[in-house]
């Protein structure tokens, strides 16, 4: 099966100053919160399907909380299932495909903005699978 990115995009951005009630924040009071979907792209016979990953970032230095979904783009050879969605390139290569456009597009959102650019963590998919096998699974009971 040959598969393929073929687009980025951002699908949503919102970005809130907030007032800070906290004293005295050092360049270590942020939180980052992230989740990823593989999602088949609605077709007759689908051939292509999506990996969305949702990232929050609160900066309470700055006093902003980010909040980005992005999805990453791909098409196969083949027609493909749900259960495309439980093997690994869905789960694991994919979304470590799709992370660093993520990544690229947060940091360089937030320095057009006027904050510090963040460099956000590297994400080890290996280990996210079987939380996310759960998720799906469930999805499709």
Do not use: H, W
């Not at 007032?19 to 050092?26: A, G, I, M």
């Not at 992370?99 to 903005?113: E, K, W």
């Amino acid at each position: 099966m040959n598969i393929q990115l073929i687009s980025t995009k951002a699908i949503s951005v919102d970005l809130e100053p907030f007032e800070d009630s906290f004293e005295e924040k050092t360049e270590d009071d942020t939180s980052f919160s992230f989740d990823f979907n593989p999602i088949i792209e609605e077709q007759e016979k689908p051939n292509k399907f999506l990996v969305a990953f949702f990232g929050e970032l609160k900066n309470f230095k700055e006093q902003y909380d980010c909040k980005v979904i992005y999805v990453a783009k791909f098409e196969v050879d083949e027609t493909i299932s749900n259960e495309f969605l439980k093997e690994n390139f869905a789960l694991i290569n994919a979304p470590a495909i799709g992370y660093p456009y993520f990544r690229a597009f947060y940091s360089n959102f937030l320095l057009n903005a006027g904050y510090e650019p963040k460099i956000l963590p590297t994400i080890n998919f290996v280990q996210l699978r079987t939380d996310k096998l759960e998720e799906i699974s469930k999805r499709f009971e």
